[in-house]
């Protein structure tokens, strides 16, 4: 089992950049895939990112290839989201997850953090 807690988040203006994290307890981090995901007020979960346990294999939602990076530091028990050139559309509460496969739908995470809000101001 694994615990999983984020942070970052905040208001940013239109084209600024956030860097999330999300730190894990327990000392299995390492072989648990990652996935990063979003929830607009009024909108459904959606995908943003998620790596593989040993970030070999990395994927994006469409929206956000080229803006958003996702990697991870498992000597630190922590996964981060690099955020540029964000657009008030991006606003959203921001949550990770674990599973042990890599996976693009919400469904498929066993474990989730708490979440952390992302406002982008225009």
């Known amino acids: 089992q694994v615990q999983l807690v984020e942070s970052g988040g905040g208001l940013v203006q239109a084209g600024g950049s956030l860097r999330l994290s999300c730190s894990a307890s327990?000392?299995?981090?390492?072989?648990?895939?990652m996935g990063w995901f979003r929830q607009a007020p009024m909108k459904e979960r959606e995908f943003v990112a998620a790596i593989s346990w040993n970030s070999g294999i990395t994927k994006y939602a469409d929206s956000m290839k080229g803006r958003f990076t996702i990697f991870r530091d498992n000597a630190k028990n922590t996964v981060y989201l690099q955020m540029n050139s964000l657009k008030p559309e991006d606003t959203a509460v921001y949550y990770c997850?674990?599973?042990?496969?890599?996976?693009?739908?919400?469904?498929?995470?066993?474990?989730w953090g708490q979440g952390t809000q992302v406002t982008v101001s225009s």
């Open positions: 997850a674990a599973n042990d496969y890599l996976r693009t739908m919400s469904a498929s995470y066993d474990y």
């Open positions: 327990g000392r299995t981090f390492s072989r648990y895939a």
